[in-house]
């Protein structure tokens, strides 16, 4: 646990992709989109928030965002998605 509550913030953002490839695949399908936004932004707007983070995040237009593609836009556009990841860095006293 020590490791993880002291990450970068590139680490930060390898594991919070870790979190939604639910299948290991090596990138987020539309469907791992979708649940990282609703825990992340709620329900409202979804396919809003569903089509600006495919569109500005797929940049090889494929319609899945790798891994590469969802570090470099947590990192700069859309650092909401760490969310998840940081919430967990909480300790709670």
Known sequence: MYHYLVKSKQ???????????????????KEEIKEMIT????????????????????????GKIGRKEFID???????ALLFPAFEMQVVKL
């Open 11 to 29: 680490a930060i953002a390898e594991f919070a992709f870790d979190i939604f490839d639910t299948d290991n695949s090596g990138s987020l399908s």
């Open 39 to 62: 825990y992340v932004y709620g329900g409202a707007g979804l396919e809003g928030h569903l089509h600006k983070i495919i569109e500005t995040m797929d940049n090889s237009h494929d």
């Open 73 to 79: 836009a947590a990192s700069g556009k859309f650092p």
